[in-house]
């Protein structure tokens, strides 16, 4: 995102997918954003895991983006709590559309 409009596009519209609560809200960002597949190349600081490098989304202007989304709707949620919530998004994303049905096989 070269522009500050191109920016303040992105939080408005991630600011329109809503949710009923911060946890919610940022998992339906997150669907929205990302295919499974691209989700998987990432983690919330871009840490190793199993041998496997993954790219951070922290450091994406992207992920600024939907903190602002999500504290425009939820103004008392911490970093802390946006972190963890993206983290787990992340983490587990192999598990969603069938993929812990198939590991299991």
């Known amino acids: 995102m070269e ?3 191109s920016f303040n596009l992105l939080v408005d519209i991630l600011y329109l997918v809503g949710g009923d609560n911060y946890e919610t809200a940022v998992y339906a ?9 691209v989700a998987q190349l990432y983690s919330g600081q ?3 895991r199993c041998g496997q490098k993954k ?3 922290g450091a994406l202007k992207m992920c600024d ?3 602002k989304a999500i504290r425009k709707r939820f103004p008392s ?5 946006l972190r963890e919530r ?3 998004f992340l983490c587990t994303v192999k598990d969603r559309d069938g993929g812990r ?3 299991g096989n």
């Open 3 to 5: 522009s500050p409009d």
């Open 29 to 37: 960002c997150l669907k929205k954003l990302f295919t499974s597949e």
């Open 46 to 48: 871009g840490k190793s």
């Open 55 to 57: 790219l951070s989304f």
């Open 65 to 67: 983006a939907l903190k």
């Open 77 to 81: 949620v911490t970093d802390t709590e």
């Open 86 to 88: 993206i983290g787990t």
């Open 101 to 103: 049905k198939t590991r």
